[in-house]
């Protein structure tokens, strides 16, 4: 077992937010589900040098505006590993959406998040981010199932 360090950002305008439904990578334990953009971490990188390089390789854009709005901890994720998930907010940025070789990517409504197919843990911390306070989370999945969470908001 080892930890996995990455990075997952939810890119905000005009009340929308760009999401990436997750059709297109075989073997992908996100399959079919919508989720915000990001990855892990490659060697000697900090979680702003992820942040920016994954984003640009799953969108094309080129994040100016972003914060670092909470820590994800999800103990066992893949079955093994224990994943660290710097969780980011942006708002600004420059740039064409580009196609993405993981899936495929939306504007959707923000009153509409809620209802894509998202994981059950996702559902919480989305909205703890609209909350604006830094937070810090683990959730805990068996089988892909949600049996546990806990947050510390700061």
Known sequence: MKTINATLCYIKQNNQ???????????????????????KFESGESPEECLLREVKEESGLTLTTYKLAGLLTFPKF??????????????????QITECGEGKLEWIPDDKLLELNLWDGDKYFIKWMSENRFFSAKFTYLNKELIDYSVKFY
């Open 17 to 39: 937010t760009l999401m990436l439904h997750r059709v297109k990578k075989q073997n992908d334990i996100h399959k079919d589900k919508w989720n915000g953009l990001g990855g």
């Open 78 to 95: 893949d079955g093994s590993n224990d994943w660290q998930v710097f969780l980011y907010q942006a708002t600004e940025f420059t740039g």
